[in-house]
């Protein structure tokens, strides 16, 4: 079992920045592919960012050049910074961590809203 905690959101003024933290408890973190996925109102909740045991990444054609997913496996701990936020980025971003291609656990989320 693993648990996943959000944290880093807020409210921040377009092109401005946000980092936010995703750590975990249990064991193995370092075996799962870790993905960053967001829920705007009434939208479905949809994949940002991934990153896989082996370091690969892959995001979203929204967020490219814009957001960087990263992880620190000594730390249990995933990272999503995002730069050059736009309005359209204002979301629930929750944590996932998946093994096999499918998704396992999620954390609770942490709210990101990007207004003037």
């Known amino acids: 079992q693993v648990q996943l905690v959000e944290s880093g959101g807020g409210l921040v003024q377009p092109g401005g920045s946000l980092r936010l933290s995703c750590a975990a408890s249990?064991?193995?973190?370092?075996?799962?592919?870790m993905g960053w996925y967001r829920q705007a109102p009434g939208k479905q909740r949809d994949l940002v960012a991934l990153?896989?045991?082996?370091?690969?990444?892959n995001y979203a054609d929204s967020v490219k050049g814009r957001f960087t997913i990263s992880r620190d496996n000594t730390k249990n701990t995933v990272y999503l910074q995002m730069n050059s936020l736009k309005p359209e980025d204002t979301a629930v971003y929750y944590c996932?961590?998946?093994?096999?291609?499918?998704?396992?656990?999620w954390g609770q989320g942490t709210q990101v809203t990007v207004s003037s």
């Open positions: 996932n961590a998946a093994r096999w291609t499918k998704p396992l656990y």
């Open positions: 249990g064991s193995s973190f370092s075996i799962y592919t």
């Open positions: 990153i896989t045991d082996g370091g690969s990444t």
